[in-house]
């Protein structure tokens, strides 16, 4: 499918993602709900778990950018049948590096997380619940492959029934499986474990039979496993790495933010384990409005149409704030009310507010930084994605380190370092598209 860059169209593509987002983000605001009405120490574990969680999908988020940024270029080049190969190849990389993660996390990561948290008890539950989650690595990214090919060939409303799919079985499975609701026995935080992996199982066997029963397999030469081509893999990991290691970055980043929230208490954890979530909400129209940018910016870039790319962010990032302006201000006219849904303690909410004040200066900057910067990745640039990657991350942590252990200022101000992160990556993108350096690029 050939992309046109009007309202419509950016519109009918996002808008599915979006719808398909809030579903996806349901699975962690839900475990993260639940768990703050079963105890404090497994709503601090949580978003400490969801973050390693994260560092070990770093692999797959770098192949399936890869996987998108081709796949769009063929769609604006009109050649179908290497998108079908182009997938394939990617699904033999990504079960490699799926199973290595898996083997990383239930048997590495136990040690490592031994000596690293000061909780004993924060220690235990962090592994009981990876220890199941992690097998769910797999069946998440071969999703995401997928949903790589939908967003490669602009077709993106399927997306919106997988992710219902997701998150209706996640809610339904931690309803019964944390508290032992329905007959189940109570399982706490393992039983969000299960729910999640079981989630991500339901999700795949919805997409597999969707491309079967449309005719993908046969369209595109999808799910036909041919030999191993190492000059189509070479090119996949190449584009890849350095998106890999930016997915990295960004993950450690989470990771290291809880840590350190974690030396100053469970509380400290257990609020930041809440705006964690309440800020997945918030990023949720600008991380979709991005992955449609980096597959739009390649369809431009494969029908020979760079003019247009400055008409596409232009107008996307007007679209996004249309969408993010509203919700930031019911979440300021009724921040009790958001946080109450999370918990009843009187002064978990009291000390919240001021860090989600602080998460919504942050959704300011981020909307037209993470635009440009996915617009750089849709180029196929991402050794320039992972340069910015490492600065913003660098600022944004050693922000963090300063306000909580060098001042010793309030939780608040580890939050605004988020805020002038995202202000760091809009100048460094910005700059970087003004050079017109991705005109050299051919992928």
């Not at 996987?67 to 990504?94: D, K, P, S």
């Not at 199982?201 to 191993?228: C, E, K, P």
């Not at 609020?271 to 949720?284: G, K, T």
Request: proline share 2%; with cysteine.
């Amino acid at each position: 499918m050939k992309f046109q860059p009007s309202y419509k169209t950016i519109w009918g593509i996002s808008f599915p993602i979006i719808i398909a987002g809030i579903s996806e983000t349901v699975v962690e605001v839900t475990d993260t709900i639940f768990l703050a009405h079963y105890g404090m120490t497994e709503l601090a574990a949580v978003g400490l778990a969801a973050t390693i969680y994260g560092v070990a999908l770093f692999l797959t988020l770098g192949l399936v950018d890869g996987m998108q940024i081709i796949i769009a270029r063929r769609a604006g080049q009109g050649r179908n049948t290497e998108i079908g190969e182009v997938f394939n190849q990617g699904i033999y990389l990504l079960t490699l590096a799926a199973i290595a993660m898996i083997l990383l996390v239930v048997f590495a990561l136990p040690m490592f997380t031994a000596d690293l948290l000061a909780s004993e008890g924060v220690h235990i539950k962090v592994n009981a619940y990876l220890k199941i989650s992690a097998h769910a690595l797999l069946f998440q990214s071969f999703n995401l492959a997928y949903s790589a090919f939908y967003v490669g060939i602009s077709k993106t409303r399927i997306l919106i029934a997988a992710t219902a799919i997701l998150a209706v079985t996640n809610v339904v499975l931690d309803y019964a499986l944390i508290f032992g609701n329905m007959g189940f026995a109570e399982n706490g935080i393992e039983g969000a474990a299960i729910a999640s992996l079981s989630a991500e199982i339901a999700a795949f066997g919805f997409l597999t039979a969707n491309v079967m029963w449309r005719g993908y397999n046969h369209t595109y030469h999808m799910l036909r496993f041919a030999r191993w081509k190492t000059t189509l893999c070479r090119k996949l990991v190449g584009i890849s790495t350095p998106v890999s290691l930016e997915a990295l970055v960004g993950s450690l980043k989470w990771f290291l933010f809880f840590v350190m929230i974690e030396q100053l208490g469970e509380r400290p954890l257990g609020i930041a384990s809440i705006i964690f979530s309440c800020y997945a909400v918030l990023l949720i129209p600008i991380d979709s409005f991005s992955e449609a940018v980096c597959s739009m910016v390649s369809n431009l870039i494969g029908q020979q149409r760079q003019h247009d790319l400055t008409l596409l962010i232009r107008r996307t990032i007007l679209l996004n704030y249309a969408i993010v302006f509203p919700v930031l201000v019911l979440t300021l006219i009724f921040p009790e009310n958001i946080l109450a849904v999370f918990t009843t303690d009187a002064w978990m909410v009291a000390n919240s507010i001021a860090c989600l004040g602080a998460i919504m200066l942050a959704i300011l900057f981020a909307v037209p930084g993470e635009l440009l910067f996915s617009t750089i990745a849709g180029t196929g640039d991402t050794r320039a994605t992972l340069n910015i990657q490492i600065i913003t991350t660098a600022v944004t942590l050693l922000s963090v380190y300063i306000a909580v252990f060098v001042l010793e200022l309030e939780l608040y101000f580890a939050w605004l370092a988020e805020a002038f992160g995202w202000l760091i990556c809009l100048f460094l993108s910005w700059g970087w598209f003004r050079k017109g350096l991705w005109r050299k690029l051919n992928i």
